[in-house]
């Protein structure tokens, strides 16, 4: 009987497996056919000039201009040196609010003492747009690097901060009951059972903190910068040249990808409890 109902399980997972494949097999390929459709689109748009060619380039003048910059650099100055001016600003102010965030976070979310504190300070500034007080950091930190590593931080802390909130207070209390009646104190309970378990939720919102603060970054390179691919976007604007501008949409869009991957790569690594409990 036990030998039937293990095969009989094992058929199961087998058959999840292959439909899990299956699907996403059909995915990828609808993924695939979308973006070949808008190329396809783009192409013909262009090739019937639906649009003035100033307006929308050619997927060819796009690429002709990609490798341009990339052999000649933007405005006398490489492209690997306008992105790593925007990378190093967007990646220095999530060390900031990653680092700073969720000890806070989990801390708030497990002593109403501590949320007391900084949680009317989050709540007030958050609905704020980011662009609305950067004029102010720019009076007080100027146009350098400063100002904007400032406040990429205050538009990532947030997300990351109510994540962080959100979770512990989402967390199951027999668990913390039952560690508490075996002996755990204050220190094991949140080490051993309150942070494993909010870090789904933190990991979501590192998430949504990259893209909050990568649109930020831009607007404020397009605000006040001399660097960064932001602003390079921005000028060619100013020269009417939509070929470059393109080519700084799709490096922006691609690059966010990849970083976004790479978050869920590192998701996969370190919670590798997730869904599994």
Not at 4 to 13: A, G, I, L, V
Request: net charge positive; proline share 4%.
């Amino acid at each position: 009987m036990n030998k039937d109902n293990t095969n009989q399980k094992n058929t199961k997972e087998i058959s999840n497996t292959e439909e899990n494949q299956k699907k996403t097999k059909v995915e990828k390929a609808l993924t695939i056919a979308t973006w070949i459709t808008i190329f396809v689109v783009w192409y013909l748009l262009t090739k019937f000039e639906v649009f003035s060619p100033t307006l929308v380039p050619s997927p060819l003048r796009v690429i002709n201009a990609f490798f341009r910059i990339l052999e000649r650099g933007y405005n006398g100055d490489p492209l690997w040196m306008h992105l790593g001016a925007s990378f190093r600003r967007l990646f220095l102010a999530l060390a900031f609010a990653i680092s700073s965030a969720i000890p806070l976070g989990l801390l708030s979310g497990y002593f109403s003492k501590i949320e007391a504190v900084i949680d009317s300070i989050v709540e007030f500034y958050r609905p704020l747009p980011p662009l609305a007080y950067y004029t102010l950091l720019i009076l007080w930190f100027g146009i350098d690097d400063e100002s904007k590593i400032i406040l990429l931080f205050l538009a990532a802390f947030a997300p990351i901060y109510l994540a962080c909130v959100s979770a512990v207070r989402k967390i199951n209390q027999n668990y913390i009951l039952s560690a508490k009646s075996l002996g755990a104190d204050k220190r094991d309970v949140f080490f051993k059972i309150v942070l494993p378990a909010a870090m789904p939720e933190i990991f979501t919102g590192i998430r949504t903190a990259f893209g909050f603060s990568y649109t930020t970054l831009v607007s404020a390179e397009m605000i006040a910068a001399t660097s960064g691919i932001g602003w390079m976007v921005l000028d060619a604007s100013n020269f009417l040249k939509s070929d470059v501008i393109f080519v700084g949409i799709i490096i922006m869009g691609i690059s966010g990808v990849l970083i976004d991957t790479g978050l869920r790569f590192l998701e996969r690594k370190i919670v590798f409890w997730k869904g599994k409990v």
